[in-house]
């Protein structure tokens, strides 16, 4: 009869002791290049974001937002995983975890990036001219033009094809009417990436801020991603040249596969927003007394924190898989789709236990709790909602087709 195993390492292994931070040792499977640009962005968030985000998310302002764009340019955030143009050509995988340790922060600062990098410049990069690339893609890379992606419309959001923005051939122009919604950095671009209906299919288009008919009103009164900056965009027969369409896109295949890449960055920011609220939590729980002891002593408080601690983690573990398969070229629409459904719902459902274990305290913006539930309410919906990726997961497993 053989002995059964110690759970216990022997005093000569190589087992390294259990990492409250890092329980499954995530961190062994990144690269040096990989935590640098973790640590980089982390550090440039803990400087630049954390000690003010909480009052400009209560004065619903993101200030200072182009000075900021110029910085994250600087450390190669912006279209981070493009190649050329400036562009850093980072990995997947570290552009994924830019995006956790930005979102970490706020949600609003990880969609300023991602609106920029993956789907304004995602756009130009890969569907775009030689000429469009070198005209705007070299300024972006850099933050000194801010960019945003309009296809949602008011009264039109998951099911684009039926958008009315619509543009029309004059001689050998092209002439942009319509109206786009919830744009993130609509106000403050200086280019924005228009998707429209054309005798031709759908087709995009770069579209200069300061052509005449356009203009991009604030939106004002949210509660959800309120330091950030978005807003409506209003084409009103914006006279634009015949170079300004985007010639390798026609069809929803062009947005929605600029959608995907955005996605992809939201698998890995959800997690930041869940690891800062499960921090705070964790931290909480060790040092707030109750019945004369602290209250992470208590089996209960212990369960919430084991529970979260596993979704949180296996949470990142699935985003470092699809990572390593963009990376490969090898990950598919649905697997993103797969990423985003459960780590946002993960991720909002961490907020909420989190804000159980601080109590009364949960709600005040001294703590990150509430801001970051907040937050996902709207990330949970934008860039397909919940009920969109079921449907695509759905279709994928039974050959399907539930949309119509």
């Not at 990436?193 to 579209?207: K, L, M, P, Q």
């Not at 397909?384 to 087709?401: C, F, I, P, W």
Request: proline residues 5%.
């Amino acid at each position: 009869m053989s002995a059964t195993p110690s759970a216990e390492p022997s005093a000569s292994s190589t087992v390294p002791p259990f990492d409250a931070g890092d329980p499954l040792g995530i961190d062994d499977l990144l690269t040096d290049e990989d935590r640098a640009v973790r640590d980089t962005v982390r550090r440039w968030t803990a400087e630049r974001i954390l000690p003010s985000i909480a009052d400009w998310y209560e004065r619903g302002e993101l200030p200072g937002i182009r000075e900021l764009a110029r910085e994250l340019g600087s450390i190669g955030a912006l279209g981070m995983s493009l190649t050329g143009y400036g562009c850093a050509g980072a990995s997947a995988v570290q552009y994924g975890l830019a995006c956790l340790e930005l979102e970490a922060a706020d949600s609003g600062i990880r969609s300023l990036v991602s609106v920029q990098g993956s789907l304004a410049m995602y756009a130009i990069w890969r569907f775009g001219s030689e000429e469009q690339k070198q005209q705007w893609l070299p300024r972006m890379a850099a933050g000194e033009i801010l960019g945003c992606f309009g296809l949602t419309e008011p009264d039109i959001g998951s099911d684009p094809g039926a958008m009315r923005t619509h543009a029309k051939r004059d001689g050998t122009d092209w002439v942009l009417s319509g109206r786009k919604m919830w744009i993130t950095n609509g106000s403050v671009a200086g280019v924005a990436v228009v998707w429209a209906r054309t005798d031709d299919g759908i087709r995009g288009f770069v579209v200069p801020t300061d052509a005449p008919g356009f203009s991009a009103p604030e939106i004002k009164h949210k509660w959800s991603l309120r330091a950030s900056v978005t807003s409506e965009l209003v084409m009103d027969e914006v006279r634009l040249p015949a170079d300004a369409v985007l010639p390798g896109a026609t069809g929803l295949r062009g947005p929605l596969g600029c959608l995907s890449h955005a996605r992809y960055g939201i698998v890995w920011g959800s997690m930041g927003a869940a690891r800062a609220c499960f921090e705070a939590a964790l931290d909480y729980a060790k040092t707030r007394e109750q019945f004369g002891r602290p209250i992470g002593g208590f089996q209960l408080t212990q369960a919430k924190l084991a529970d979260m601690a596993v979704e949180l983690h296996k949470g990142i573990l699935l985003a470092h898989h699809l990572g390593l398969r963009m990376d490969a070229g090898r990950l598919r629409p649905e697997q993103v789709s797969f990423g985003k459904l459960n780590n946002v719902r993960e991720a909002i459902e961490i907020c909420r236990t989190s804000r159980t274990i601080l109590g009364a305290n949960g709600i005040s913006l001294e703590y990150p709790v509430m801001r970051h539930a907040t937050n996902l309410e709207s990330v949970l919906t934008y860039e397909g909602t919940v009920e969109m990726h079921q449907l695509v997961l759905g279709k994928a497993l039974t050959g399907l087709d539930a949309f119509r």
